[in-house]
């Protein structure tokens, strides 16, 4: 038999274009050809488990090989192979809508993925990296010929009959003079292991050397030999393809570890499973987050029927859970992961709720489940949690119901419980219930300290996303206000109708913040005569809420924007009932009033680590001359 033919495809230049656009990927050719022969062994298990096969599975264990001097990689399969008329069919016949949609696309392709995805290129990816490439398979129908296949790479090829003796197929690839380091072992086995680690035919590639027994010593000590077997180089069951019902938590610690080998174990992971109204299967873990290095998204890799497409699962998965890690798995997201397609996608849409859904179910089963567990946990899912919150709708409708508030005293509420709590006493006379929060709980004592006086609560917010998730609380909650502890005198922050009035006549007042303001002299530091608790301190310098809130959102935005550059504004709260203001009125003269005013308000500074160089320096002395 020997048959010349022209491959029937509208373009002349199909091949240079696959070589030129595919440019940036070319590593992915294996990643087809290893794919094609799994799914050639696995049709072939297929039909001899429907009885349309009779004959002996055999090993059907796929193998890549090389040769550095033949300049040859080799793919071969024990599938069902192809007789010379289904290498017409499936091979010649490239699988295109039409050469001119390809010309159309291909300007814009990005990379190898978006053309061979669309276009069924698969096996044709081989020409990226082969100057030639060679098929010899048999089919395994009764009676079947072994057929050969060549093309050199333009629209010529050869079909001739074949010399292989048994069922199945290899792909000889002769590598062309660009592409040596395909020929390099290192080089393979990481493309293999990036792609093929989990498909379900075992992948051989090449030999490794372990020991095994070897009967005793003469002193009956046990002796071992070195032997030469087969290095497999993937998992065929990963345990995303078992069912949830099979696994036990040590197998998905297990499986983590081979994932992410220098992590720490998760805190719980999700296994997904779904067949309608598309096809998903997969494991997501919580990891524990240690610090903010850890943050790095992308660690959550795709696959397609166990073979690995990208770890790039932008609008696959909720941008809020980015920071998952594992794995999923769906023949129902194209293999083609451009963004504008992807986005555009109905079932990549459906996945992407369906994924927001069960990461709701699995946080409220676990709270509902052992709260405490929850509680000590909640540091590191907390994060995820009030993302999630802050950007999608869907998900706070949920998370409401489990979403934790925790108080400087270590103890955790719901939000529906916080607010029952903190009813009583901290609503103000318009009845806005006020909730108040530090971000530094250690900075933030006095503060804290006059709130505990009144017997409110203060809640902690010190995670980097809590500046949002406090705007977001704001919005959602009914007549709700969140004010830092900071951000005015406590009678202020909670203003009640009896807000007392302080001790000084209007005189007295004047000359105080007359007096105040020169020692201060400072442009930015707004003196104001305020009633507290005698016991308080004389002088709380604070910051309005609304106004730090701008700036630290202009910080966290970075660059120089107009609120970034805003002066920082206090306001220097000096306590008429204290003691110290009258005894700064019956002062002896000018400079031991201003003598005590600054060092009252160093103190305040100081007791927020707001004083600092010189200023500092200056403080010591005069406390020093003081004593
Ligand atoms: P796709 O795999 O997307 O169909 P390919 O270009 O990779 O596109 O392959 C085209 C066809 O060639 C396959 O569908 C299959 O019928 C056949 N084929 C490729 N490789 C093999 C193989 N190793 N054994 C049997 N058939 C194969």
């Known amino acids: 038999m020997q048959e010349k033919g022209t491959i029937s495809i509208h373009t002349e230049n199909i091949f240079p274009i696959i070589k030129k656009f595919l440019y940036s990927d070319h590593e992915i050719f294996l990643r087809e050809l290893v794919s094609n022969a799994v799914d050639a062994s696995q049709k072939i298990k297929r039909l001899s488990s429907l009885g349309q096969y009779k004959g002996e599975l055999g090993n059907l264990q796929v193998e890549v090989s090389f040769d550095e001097k033949k300049k040859t990689l080799t793919?071969?399969?024990?599938?069902?192979?192809?007789?010379?008329?289904?290498?017409?069919?499936?091979?010649?016949?490239?699988?295109?809508?039409?050469?001119?949609?390809?010309?159309?696309?291909?300007?814009?392709?990005?990379?190898?993925n978006e053309l061979i995805g669309k276009f069924g290129l698969g096996f044709y990816s081989a020409f990226m990296v082969a100057d030639k490439v060679e098929i010899q398979?048999?089919?395994?129908?009764?009676?079947?010929?072994?057929?050969?296949?060549?093309?050199?790479?333009?629209?010529?090829?050869?079909?001739?009959?074949?010399?292989?003796?048994?069922?199945?197929?290899?792909?000889?690839?002769?590598?062309?003079?660009?592409?040596?380091?395909?020929?390099?072992?290192?080089?393979?086995?990481?493309?293999?292991?990036?792609?093929?680690?989990?498909?379900?035919?075992?992948?051989?590639?090449?030999?490794?050397?372990?020991?095994?027994?070897?009967?005793?010593?003469?002193?009956?000590?046990?002796?071992?030999?070195?032997?030469?077997?087969?290095?497999?180089?993937?998992?065929?069951?990963?345990?995303?393809?078992?069912?949830?019902?099979?696994?036990?938590?040590?197998?998905?610690?297990?499986?983590?570890?081979?994932?992410?080998?220098?992590?720490?174990?998760?805190?719980?992971?999700?296994?997904?499973?779904?067949?309608?109204?598309?096809?998903?299967?997969?494991?997501?873990?919580?990891?524990?987050?240690?610090?903010?290095?850890?943050?790095?998204?992308?660690?959550?890799?795709?696959?397609?029927?166990?073979?690995?497409?990208?770890?790039?699962?932008?609008?696959?998965?909720?941008?809020?859970?980015?920071?998952?890690?594992?794995?999923?798995?769906?023949?129902?997201?194209?293999?083609?992961?451009?963004?504008?397609?992807?986005?555009?996608?109905?079932?990549?849409?459906?996945?992407?709720?369906?994924?927001?859904?069960?990461?709701?179910?699995?946080?409220?089963?676990?709270?509902?489940?052992?709260?405490?567990?929850?509680?000590?946990?909640?540091?590191?899912?907390?994060?995820?949690?009030?993302?999630?919150?802050?950007?999608?709708?869907?998900?706070?409708?949920?998370?409401?119901?489990?979403?934790?508030?925790?108080?400087?005293?270590?103890?955790?509420?719901?939000?529906?419980?916080?607010?029952?709590?903190?009813?009583?006493?901290?609503?103000?006379?318009?009845?806005?219930?006020?909730?108040?929060?530090?971000?530094?709980?250690?900075?933030?004592?006095?503060?804290?300290?006059?709130?505990?006086?009144?017997v409110y609560d203060v809640l902690v917010m010190n995670s980097p996303i809590d500046n949002h998730f406090i705007s977001q609380l704001e919005q959602k909650l009914e007549k709700t206000a969140l004010k830092r502890v900071d951000s005015d005198v406590i009678d202020k922050l909670i203003q009640k109708n009896d807000t007392p009035k302080h001790a000084l006549t209007e005189e007295q007042s004047t000359k105080v913040k007359a007096v105040f303001e020169k020692a201060i002299n400072k442009p930015n530091m707004n003196v104001e005569i305020e009633s507290l608790n005698p016991d308080e301190l004389p002088v709380h310098v604070t910051m309005d809420e609304f106004m730090r809130r701008t700036k630290d959102m202009s910080q966290m935005g970075g660059g120089m924007s107009f609120y970034g550059m805003m002066p920082e504004n206090y306001k220097v709260a000096v306590n008429g009932n204290h003691p110290l203001i009258n005894r700064i009125l019956q002062a002896e003269n000018e400079e031991e009033q201003g003598q005590l005013a600054k060092q009252a308000f160093d103190l305040a500074l100081l007791s927020q680590g707001m004083l600092t160089g010189s200023d500092l320096t200056e403080f010591v002395k005069r406390s020093v001359q003081l004593i």
Request: glycine share 4%.
């Open 137 to 454: 398979t048999l089919s395994y129908q009764e009676g079947a010929e072994p057929a050969r296949w060549i093309c050199d790479g333009s629209t010529e090829f050869e079909i001739t009959t074949g010399n292989r003796k048994d069922r199945g197929t290899e792909i000889i690839l002769h590598i062309n003079k660009d592409s040596k380091e395909f020929l390099n072992k290192n080089k393979l086995q990481e493309i293999l292991d990036k792609y093929c680690r989990f498909l379900p035919i075992s992948i051989k590639f090449g030999t490794k050397t372990e020991s095994e027994p070897d009967g005793e010593d003469a002193e009956g000590k046990p002796k071992y030999k070195s032997v030469e077997v087969d290095n497999i180089i993937n998992n065929t069951n990963p345990i995303w393809a078992k069912a949830p019902a099979d696994l036990k938590d040590e197998d998905y610690l297990a499986f983590y570890k081979e994932l992410y080998p220098f992590s720490e174990d998760p805190l719980f992971w999700i296994h997904l499973n779904v067949d309608y109204p598309f096809n998903l299967t997969g494991v997501l873990y919580f990891p524990k987050i240690k610090n903010d290095f850890e943050l790095k998204p992308n660690k959550i890799k795709l696959f397609s029927r166990q073979v690995f497409i990208t770890d790039e699962v932008k609008d696959i998965v909720p941008e809020f859970l980015m920071l998952l890690h594992g794995v999923i798995d769906s023949p129902d997201i194209p293999l083609n992961v451009s963004r504008s397609f992807l986005q555009a996608d109905s079932n990549v849409k459906k996945i992407n709720t369906y994924i927001t859904k069960k990461v709701a179910d699995k946080l409220a089963e676990l709270f509902k489940k052992d709260r405490k567990v929850f509680e000590e946990k909640w540091q590191d899912i907390g994060l995820f949690v009030k993302y999630g919150m802050i950007s999608e709708e869907k998900f706070y409708d949920k998370a409401k119901d489990f979403a934790l508030l925790s108080n400087t005293k270590n103890e955790y509420f719901t939000l529906d419980q916080y607010k029952e709590k903190i009813k009583p006493l901290q609503t103000d006379k318009d009845s806005t219930l006020v909730y108040l929060y530090t971000t530094d709980a250690a900075k933030q004592d006095t503060y804290i300290q006059s709130a505990n006086n009144k």
């Open 75 to 112: 793919v071969s399969d024990r599938g069902l192979g192809m007789t010379a008329d289904e290498i017409k069919k499936y091979i010649n016949q490239i699988a295109f809508s039409g050469a001119t949609e390809f010309v159309e696309k291909f300007k814009d392709a990005k990379d190898a």
